[in-house]
Nanobody
């Protein structure tokens, strides 16, 4: 199993940017897809972005397309989420997750390993 630690959350004004990082430990990181999910108060956890094992394939939720970019550096066992043009509705706890396989997927059930989450708050 992969252990995950997120960082980079914080408070930002609408229109601003943040970059989340997720450092993974475990030998399987370079062979699995990674994902970012988020959960706002009173709402279910939702898919944000995913990247395949090599970084060559990505997918995004419609709500973040064109604003967020997911990437990974397998040499550093790290996956990133660059968030630009932030909106108040992006406020949530953001979770990094490691998939059980190498292909991209937006289904939480496909991710057996999760980080502890990092809070992102966007003020209007």
């Amino acid at each position: 199993q992969v252990q995950l630690v997120e960082s980079g959350g914080g408070l930002v004004q609408a229109g601003g940017s943040l970059r989340l990082s997720c450092v993974a430990s475990g030998r399987t990181f370079t062979s699995v897809a990674m994902g970012w999910f988020r959960q706002a108060p009173g709402k279910e956890r939702e898919f944000v972005a995913t990247v395949n094992w090599s970084g060559g394939s990505t997918d995004y939720a419609d709500s973040v397309k064109g604003r967020f970019t997911i990437s990974r550096d397998n040499a550093k066992n790290t996956v990133y989420l660059q968030m630009n043009g932030l909106k108040p509705e992006d406020t949530a706890v953001y979770y990094c997750a490691a998939s059980g396989g190498g292909i991209i997927t937006g289904y939480p059930i496909s991710y057996p390993s999760w980080g502890q989450g990092t809070q992102v708050t966007v003020s209007s």
